[in-house]
């Protein structure tokens, strides 16, 4: 049994819990049953010591699903402090990250999509990696399982390790060719470059990206280093792409890593961003704001 996780039969113990090495930190605007099942994947993690802290922007509450509500409280009953907060009005999702940001206190920090189930393990590995290599971020890309009858070779061009597994700062800007390796990260191009490689279920090969969706851990410091999410005052609320913004900020300073296998998986239910919405990077990148001085 896991040093951090609780096992049921101690589920009842009235004992303090540790202090988190990690705070996974999810937005949400979906009814529930997609957060259930990325809490039930963080139920299934025994390393590291971590806690939950969700943003709930949904219209009637995340709450109101008993498989949230059930989720929850296995998470508590193993020990794993959840903290659930009501975040209106909306003011755009970069907004939402960074009130999440401001809540957090341990030296790393996952953004968790509330769309995404990971593996057994996953998180393990994914700490690892940020550890060995020493940089401000490293994440899976989720992929889509529906997809993996059809591989898809033609996009692996843009795959680019990262030479000696040595992950250096870079800088990424629209328009650069870099950003090109996004298409990496369809469907379930990650699953079969894994099989390709022949990785083993435990390596952690760092390789270079363009952004990572849905499943980034940073170190904490880097990112506030970086200006986290405070950029959010320059975006209309109905935007897309205040990921990449953070991403490539912390990559200008401390570098940033893909990870290969992803032990993430995308639920595949449709997507609640805003259609034609406003690409943050654009926006953010192309102004004066002090945030980027």
Do not use: K
């Not at 040093?3 to 049921?8: E, K, Q």
């Not at 090109?180 to 952690?204: K, M, Q, Y």
Request: charged share 20%; glycine share 8%; aromatic share 8%.
């Amino acid at each position: 049994m896991s040093a951090s996780r609780r096992g049921s039969a101690q589920w009842a113990s009235s004992a303090s819990v540790t202090e988190a090495d990690v705070d996974v930190l999810i937005p949400t605007a979906r009814n529930g049953e997609e957060l259930a099942v990325t809490l039930a994947g963080l139920a299934a993690q025994d390393e590291p010591r971590f806690s939950v802290i969700i943003g709930d922007q949904s219209g009637s509450g995340v709450t109101r699903s008993p498989a949230v509500r059930a989720m929850v409280r296995v998470l508590r009953a193993q020990g794993r402090p959840v903290e659930l907060h009501r975040h209106l009005p909306r003011a755009g999702m970069a907004e939402h990250r960074q009130f999440l940001l401001d809540l957090a206190t341990a030296p790393r920090v996952l953004f968790l999509d509330d769309d995404v189930w990971l593996e057994p393990g996953a998180f393990e590995r994914l700490t690892d990696a940020l550890t060995r290599h020493d940089c401000g971020f490293v994440g899976y890309a989720p992929q889509g399982l529906s997809h993996l009858p059809r591989p898809c070779p033609r996009d692996f061009g843009v795959f680019e390790p990262w030479p000696d597994a040595t992950v250096l700062s870079e800088r990424i800007r629209p328009g650069d060719a870099a950003v090109g390796r996004w298409i990496l990260h369809n469907a379930a191009n990650v699953a079969h470059l894994a099989e390709r490689l022949e990785l083993l279920d435990d390596s952690a090969f760092p390789y270079r990206v363009a952004w990572v969706g849905g499943c980034v851990l940073f170190d904490r410091a880097a990112l506030l280093d970086a200006g986290g999410f405070t950029f959010w005052p320059l975006l209309d609320p109905d935007h897309i792409g205040e990921d990449r913004v953070a991403q490539w900020l912390v990559m200008e300073r401390f570098g940033g890593a893909g990870i290969l296998p992803s032990g993430a998986v995308h639920v595949e239910s449709p997507s609640v961003l805003p259609s034609g919405a406003r690409e943050a990077s654009e926006v953010v990148f192309g102004s004066s704001a002090s945030v980027l001085q």
